[in-house]
């Protein structure tokens, strides 16, 4: 036993040695490991400080230190790039970074990019914040080139219209106000501008050349743009129609629709009206009242006259005259001879803008009466509900020659179809700047049914309910539904009365029903 037990002791004595002979080996194999990443971490430091005090120190053995410590990606000498001429095409995001484009890239996309970037921190206006969550305005977003699956030129928009929400759901701009400076009343019921976006999933790769595109003006098709650039495909910007072979991308919304206007008249609208018609828009925008305001116009009755924008149908709007401080009380005339009328309150109030025009194409709209300038306005607006790329375009710059005010020209670089901007851009984003220089909220199903109720929003299919015939649709019906209502009374009381004159005229009596208990259930 006595042996037994010796051995049992020197076994266990045996594994303790061993497991800590493993421990030791291991902690003295991590120690050496420490001890050269240490000499490594100094060496790094060393090799940093001499390069500090030597700003000569040779290129190779910097790539060298950044390789043999990982530090950095393996740097790559000009002559290795895999470009063509590549010390001629340096461009410049600011001060401190260039950037080489690859083969390939379109030098239109190239020079947009730089345009659009702002990277010299030069803001071309306040930036308003975008979508919500946006760090920056050019962040991976729905309608910005090369970020989202689909081409910009493959997407298209149009506008609906406008509604009236006096509940809005919570979002970026639920908190601004909406009065007028010191005038507005501060309570009146918000107005939002909304528009749809487009896909078109057949897309082959031809740009503003591939599609032809509707004029309003004589009601065709303005195939021009196909003709000119040869393009195989010729499809129709149809996003308008019930039948159109673009996909919809989403419904959004905008309070401020100020600065939904100015975005879109100073990009797109310069380049899709005539040098008329943008010579009234571009002032015609800054005259439309930014809430509720008191008219300081009273009826007989001594109740105070408030004016806003108000959404008809088809996606117009107009000035509308109100009995509330909200603005959805719509003052009723009591008839022709009512001297309460928009003109009789507010004048032509078209003709308050700043300006009339350019300078070199001036235009005089002062002797135009209101009912002219709307007709002025309605002509032009119209063009936007619409189908319009999101990508600007001009089909009367067909070999891109055409410049405006300081975009410069003459160098011959311009394409066709070029559209040259108010904001000296060209062909600009107009989705994207809808996206990034306004508050741009998501429009809600609440919103689109809202706007159908109200029938301010022009046509569109959702859930393959087509809006543009609701009104009419459903007045028919709910006219059927009557129509039969009122037949089927008249027939059953025709019936009744024709029943009760047969059971007089025969002496009819039934033999069923509760006159059978007035005879004994048992024979006696």
């Known amino acids: ?72 990606p393996p740097l790559i000498h000009e002559e290795d790039l895999p470009v063509e001429n ?16 690859a083969d390939g890239v379109d030098r239109q996309l190239v020079r947009r990019f730089l345009e ?110 196909c003709d000119y650039s040869g393009s195989d495909r010729c499809a129709k910007m149809d996003c308008h129609l019930d039948n159109t072979h673009f996909s919809l991308l989403g419904f959004f919304k905008h309070k401020s629709y100020d600065d939904w206007l100015e975005q879109l008249f100073k990009h797109e609208g310069i380049c899709v009206w005539n040098d008329e018609e943008y010579a009234f828009m571009k002032n015609a925008r800054e005259v439309w009242p930014q809430g509720c305001v008191d008219s300081y116009t009273t009826t007989d009755d001594g109740d105070e006259i408030y004016y806003d924008i108000k959404p008809v149908r088809g996606g117009d709007i107009e000035v509308g005259l109100y009995t509330d401080t909200q603005c959805i009380k719509d003052y009723t005339p009591y008839g022709n001879n009512d001297p309460i009328t928009v003109e009789n309150v507010l004048g032509n109030f078209f003709l308050n803008a700043d300006g009339s025009g350019d300078e070199d194409n001036y235009y005089d709209f002062s002797s135009d009466t209101l009912e002219q300038s709307m007709e002025r306005w309605d002509s032009a607006f119209a063009k936007f509900r619409i189908c319009q790329p999101c990508v600007a375009y001009d089909l009367q ?112 009596q039934p033999s069923f029903g509760w006159t059978k208990f007035k005879e004994p259930l048992v024979m006696t």
């Open 116 to 225: 659009q970037g702002n990277y010299n921190q030069e803001a071309e206006e306040q930036t308003y914040g975008g979508m919500s969550g946006m760090e920056d305005i050019y962040d991976v977003q729905p309608f910005v080139y090369g970020d989202s699956e689909y081409d910009e030129y493959q997407q298209a928009w149009r506008l609906m219209g406008f509604i009236i929400d006096c509940n809005p759901m919570v979002d970026d701009d639920y908190y601004d106000q909406s009065g007028s400076g010191d005038q507005g009343t501060e309570d009146g019921c918000a107005r939002y501008v909304l528009w749809a976006a487009y896909v078109d999933l057949e897309y082959e790769g031809g740009g503003i050349g591939e599609y032809q595109y509707y004029n309003n003006t004589d009601n065709s098709w303005d195939t021009s743009a």
């Open 397 to 508: 710059n067909v070999d891109g020659s055409e410049y405006y005010d300081d975009d410069g020209g003459g160098d011959g670089d311009g394409d066709m179809f070029d559209c040259y901007d108010d904001a000296d851009y060209t062909n600009v984003n107009q989705c994207m700047k809808f996206m990034a220089k306004t508050t741009m909220n998501t429009a809600t199903f609440r919103d689109m049914s809202l706007g159908r109720y109200q029938g301010t929003l022009t046509a569109t299919q959702m859930n393959g309910y087509n809006i543009r015939n609701s009104w009419r649709g459903e007045l028919f019906s709910n006219v059927l539904t009557y129509l039969f209502l009122c037949a089927s009374l008249v027939i059953f009381f025709y019936g009744c009365i024709f029943l009760y004159k047969a059971k007089m005229a025969t002496n009819y």
């Open 86 to 101: 590549v010390e001629e095409r340096w461009q410049s995001l600011n001060e401190d970074i260039e950037f080489v484009p």
């Open 1 to 72: 036993m006595v042996v037994e037990r010796m051995k049992m002791l020197s076994t266990s004595e045996a594994m303790l040695l061993l497991v800590t002979a493993l421990l030791s080996m291991c902690f003295v194999e991590a120690s050496v490991e420490n001890s050269i990443d240490n000499a490594k971490i100094n060496n790094s430091e060393i090799s940093s400080k001499n390069i500090q005090r030597n700003p000569t120190t040779n290129k190779a053995k910097l790539e060298s230190i950044v390789r043999q410590q990982n530090l950095l």
